[in-house]
């Protein structure tokens, strides 16, 4: 890691500041990934498949590299800046942010959204024997090249639908630890927050992003499995109403502007 390059990177008018900070780190699926140093660097430091597989020793090897380069890359930015991290005093704020931490876990909202993540996989592993008889349906229709039905865009439907859903199954809890830590941060210091956006409203906007997602996608599922309906729209009721207090918790969340993905247009963007 090349720490002058990555300076000179992070002034590149190429890149969008702060873009990688309020995403949902899905990048297969991300316009914007020209426009995302860090998706840049992550390319270029785990270029090498065996960097990417986390059971192999040179993922570990490759991440510890990365941790300590930055590390001391935070050091050399702090002396430019004057701080003194020394002076810190490392073991109380780490007790404050276990504190923190604790308080932010007994949330209802948070509580309700580690309770999603466990239902998603109460779901799907009831759900198993149903997923494969679907397949052999889709198969079996497939073969039988029966007229206006489109067993592959069902399959594909139901594949997408699934991957939505994972994909945002734990990170609407982590996202909410984050904005309820990050609103406790914000509270010690309100005068100053009054003039910035607040990232405790930007990550509970990805939380809601993700439970936004996650509805739609259910709301998808209950199409093709008509026999599953009562379980499906427990699922989307626990999620609505997991919507609803995060709003209630977070009013500002939705207007908060995510750098390039909510106004790409400023950055000479289509559409993200
Ligand atoms: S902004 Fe896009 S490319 Fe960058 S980390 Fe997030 S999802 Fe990945």
């Given at each position: 890691m090349d720490r002058n390059r990555i300076k000179k990177l992070a002034g590149d008018p190429r890149f969008i500041s702060g873009i990688h900070n309020y995403c949902d780190r899905w990048c297969e699926r991300c316009p914007l990934t020209h426009r995302c140093l860090n998706y840049l660097l992550s390319e270029e430091e785990f270029a090498d498949p065996?960097?990417?597989?986390?059971?192999?020793?040179?993922?570990?090897?490759?991440?510890?590299?990365?941790?300590?380069?930055?590390?001391?890359?935070?050091?050399?930015?702090?002396?430019?800046?004057?701080?003194?991290?020394?002076?810190?005093?490392?073991?109380?704020?780490?007790?404050?942010?276990?504190?923190?931490?604790?308080?932010?876990?007994?949330?209802?909202?948070?509580?309700?959204?580690?309770?999603y993540g466990k239902m998603v996989n109460q779901w799907f592993d009831m759900a198993n024997i149903l997923l494969k008889e679907k397949e052999t349906e889709l198969l079996e229709?497939?073969?039988?090249?029966?007229?206006?039905?489109?067993?592959?865009?069902?399959?594909?439907?139901?594949?997408?639908?699934?991957?939505?859903?994972?994909?945002?199954?734990?990170?609407?809890?982590?996202?909410?630890?984050?904005?309820?830590?990050?609103?406790?941060?914000?509270?010690?210091?309100?005068?100053?927050?009054?003039?910035?956006?607040?990232?405790?409203?930007?990550?509970?906007?990805?939380?809601?992003?993700?439970?936004?997602?996650?509805?739609?996608?259910?709301?998808?599922?209950?199409g093709h499995f008509p026999e599953q309906e009562s379980e499906l729209l427990n699922i989307l009721r626990h999620l609505d109403r997991l919507r609803k207090k995060v709003e209630k918790e977070f009013p500002e969340a939705r207007s908060f502007i995510r750098p390039g993905l909510d106004n790409p247009e400023e950055y000479g963007e289509g559409e993200a």
């Open positions: 065996e960097t990417r597989d986390l059971e192999n020793e040179k993922f570990w090897e490759k991440l510890g590299e990365v941790l300590s380069d930055t590390v001391e890359m935070l050091h050399e930015m702090a002396e430019e800046a004057g701080i003194d991290l020394d002076a810190v005093d490392a073991t109380e704020s780490l007790k404050e942010r276990k504190n923190r931490r604790k308080i932010a876990e007994n949330r209802p909202a948070v509580r309700s959204a580690r309770a229709k497939a073969r039988l090249e029966l007229p206006n039905i489109d067993p592959a865009g069902e399959a594909a439907d139901i594949t997408d639908a699934t991957e939505i859903i994972r994909w945002y199954q734990y990170q609407i809890y982590v996202k909410l630890m984050r904005a309820f830590q990050g609103k406790e941060d914000e509270a010690e210091d309100p005068e100053f927050w009054k003039e910035f956006p607040k990232d405790s409203d930007g990550s509970a906007k990805v939380s809601l992003i993700g439970i936004d997602r996650s509805i739609a996608a259910w709301d998808r599922l209950r």
